[in-house]
């Protein structure tokens, strides 16, 4: 079993920054790909951004790009997530997903190809 744990969230003016974070306990942190998904108030949960085992992929959607950055650190178990120049329109519940892969450089982009959440973490962006 993997847990991740996310923090780092709060609220934050619209041009802002955040940096969220996810711990994952439970299995070596180099073997699982990890991604970053967001919900807002009434609508689906939709990918962020996600990065490989080893760091040297990644992916973002398109809304995200230029703005927001993922990284790892395979030392302290835990993923980033950058957040600059932030928008209202970024406000939602931001859920970190970890999963286990023999492949380097995978990057699912779709929720169900994750196999554990974290509960999420609240990112609020006023205007």
């Known amino acids: 079993q993997v847990q991740p744990v996310e923090s780092g969230g709060g609220l934050v003016q619209a041009g802002g920054s955040l940096r969220l974070s996810c711990a994952a306990s439970?299995?070596?942190?180099?073997?699982?790909?990890m991604g970053w998904f967001r919900q807002a108030p009434g609508k689906e949960r939709e990918f962020v951004a996600a990065?490989?085992?080893?760091?040297?992929?990644?992916d973002y959607t398109d809304s995200v790009k230029g703005r927001f950055t993922i990284s790892r650190d395979n030392a302290r178990n835990t993923v980033y997530l950058q957040m600059n120049s932030l928008k209202p329109e970024d406000t939602a519940v931001y859920y970190c997903?970890?999963?286990?892969?023999?492949?380097?450089?995978?990057?699912?982009?779709?929720?169900?190809?994750?196999?554990?959440w974290g509960q999420g973490t609240q990112v609020t962006v006023s205007s």
């Open positions: 990065i490989s085992r080893s760091g040297g992929n990644t």
């Open positions: 439970g299995r070596t942190f180099s073997s699982l790909t």
């Open positions: 997903a970890a999963k286990q892969t023999a492949l380097l450089f995978l990057v699912p982009t779709t929720q169900n190809r994750y196999d554990y």
